[in-house]
């Protein structure tokens, strides 16, 4: 069962407009490359060259912000929900 | 208006002055950016006419990113909103010889219209709203900024949401709900709170949230800091300013403010020594700071000092740069150093602060005790609160006397106790 991924507005530009994408895979890493193999241009705008998130990006599983999970190896439920946000809101 | 575009932080690009605050290519932070050339060419007059202008922050109107600021006739109340800023900085000998500090001012924010200087951010980005068109007002907040969106948007006469933790402080929740706005209690943390209003941000256009899709302009309102301490201090910077830090806008913008006016040789002196005050419940910054490393990583907060307690920190790494780039530091302070904070400034200043107050005096505190600080320096404190927002906090913290309505009763309990 695929996972959904929630893409914020400031992303919708590179994926057609979708608020939201279904792709494969177990964990955060995997779900985030599923996705970027679906629409050209969103790695290097969540990704530095280094393969980790860009400083200002946010990514959420189950509301949880991977930061306190495992990172990019979180692992994902088949049915789950990754959520993309901008980290500089608030204060 | 001087403002020209809002840039990106992180990479550059630049956007038009629109209610945008996250760069699409990289999602760095949007900055307004100006171009003052034109102030600089008579700068007595330019000092001439802010000083002429009104008691709040719309004499720095050159300074906004407003293209039609409320100006000096602004009075009626639907048009400028409360007016904030203007707030005292007095002197605190008392404070200084308590510290064995030379000299030592207090930037009182309390005194703004709603009892914090949020009503300065929330002014400039309720006046850029309404520009853009914008019909609601919204905010995600620790307290603070509740009270002074409720209440502008009352003024101003627009609808409004307030997203709040839900275990925020009562007479924070009580002095936001007297406005009538819609207040929305999030069982979560201030962090899990700005997450939903991040979301929801993107999919309520008509909504402008202060601090989200409207934060370029908001986080300016926090320059009028710097430039009020300059223009009371006979247009001059300080030596040194501590100030609390939640994201990290509040301390960063403060050296803009600073930097701003020294670039147009409008004050003299140098950007001052920053020092920011964190809750050691709730210290990312202060610990990235530690580590030497720019990386705040997320904490989850357990501190009295709500109005503090954010664990992801939108300008941390900035805060960061600008503490070490100025010789610096982020501290943090326990609970209870939070709580003595208070009383130091309340003994010795007449001042009652709340927790971010506390922490913020703590720090002060700490870097005397450290040696840090000169003692030829010029230091400057920046309280944020008041005191009555967080009452709890000095709960059980002194003694009274009860006694029954006789002379000898006073003498007895009162007087001989005390002398005793």
């Not at chain 1, 998130?53 to 990019?72: A, K, M, P």
């Not at chain 2, 002429?52 to 400028?80: H, K, T």
């Not at chain 2, 007479?171 to 069982?187: E, H, P, S």
């Not at chain 2, 908001?218 to 247009?235: D, F, N, R």
Request: proline residues 5%; negative net charge.
């Amino acid at each position: 069962m695929a996972v959904t991924v929630k893409i914020p507005t400031q992303l919708r530009s590179a994926t057609g407009g979708q608020a939201e994408a279904s792709v494969d895979g177990a964990t955060v890493g995997e779900v985030l490359d599923a996705l970027y193999a679906q629409h050209d241009g969103l790695r290097d705008r969540i990704c530095g060259e280094d393969g980790e998130l860009r400083r200002f990006v946010n990514v959420y599983v189950g509301g949880e912000d991977i930061r306190f999970l495992d990172g990019l190896q979180t692992p994902v439920a088949a049915g789950g929900e990754v959520t993309i946000l901008p980290a500089v809101a608030g204060g | 208006m001087g403002a020209t575009n809002l840039r990106c932080r992180e990479c550059g690009t630049s956007y038009g002055l629109e209610a945008r605050y996250v760069c699409e290519q990289c999602f760095g932070p949007l900055e307004v950016a100006y171009d003052h050339q034109g102030l600089a060419d008579d700068r007595d007059l330019l000092r001439r006419r802010i000083q002429a202008g009104p008691q709040n922050i719309w004499r720095y109107s050159d300074f906004l990113p407003l293209e039609a600021p409320p100006g000096p006739s602004g009075r009626v109340l639907s048009r400028v909103g409360l007016p904030a800023g203007c707030t005292p900085l007095i002197r605190a000998d008392r404070l200084a010889e308590r510290l064995g500090l030379g000299e030592v001012w207090v930037k009182n924010d309390a005194h703004n219209p709603t009892h914090s200087f949020k009503d300065r951010v929330v002014s400039v980005a309720s006046q850029r709203a309404r520009e853009l068109g914008f019909d609601t007002l919204a905010c995600a907040s620790t307290g603070n900024l509740a009270n002074a969106v409720a209440a502008q948007a009352a003024a101003l006469g627009l609808p409004s949401y307030v997203f709040i933790p839900a275990d925020l402080e009562e007479q924070k929740i009580l002095g936001t709900g007297v406005y009538g706005t819609n207040l929305v209690k999030v069982r979560g943390t201030y962090d899990d709170v700005n997450r939903l209003c991040t979301e929801i941000s993107g999919e309520r256009e008509r909504w402008a949230f202060v601090n989200v899709n409207m934060r370029p302009y908001y986080a300016e309102g926090s320059k009028t800091l710097a430039y009020e301490i300059a223009e009371q201090l006979g247009w001059s910077t300080p030596d040194r300013v501590v100030a609390p830090i939640a994201s990290g806008s509040l301390f960063t913008k403060i050296a803009k403010g600073f930097s701003e006016w020294l670039d147009l040789g409008l004050i003299d002196g140098a950007v001052p020594t920053m020092n920011g005050a964190q809750a050691t419940g709730c210290s990312p910054v202060a610990q990235a700071f530690a580590a030497g490393t720019d990386v705040c990583r997320p904490v989850k907060p357990d501190t009295i000092a709500k109005s503090l307690a954010i664990g992801n920190p939108a300008d941390g790494p900035y805060a960061v740069e600008l503490a070490r780039e100025t010789n610096g530091s982020v501290d943090a302070v326990t609970d209870d150093e939070i709580r003595a904070g208070i009383r130091m400034l309340a003994e010795t200043t007449g001042i009652f602060t709340e927790t971010a107050g506390g922490v913020t005096a703590a720090t002060l505190a700490k870097l005397a005790a450290r040696g840090d600080i000169g003692a030829d320096e010029r230091v400057v404190l920046v309280i944020t609160g008041d005191g009555l927002k967080t009452l709890d906090a000095v709960r059980g913290t002194f003694e009274s006397h009860e006694i029954e309505p006789r002379f000898d009763d006073f003498e007895a309990r009162v007087e001989e106790g005390v002398h005793a």
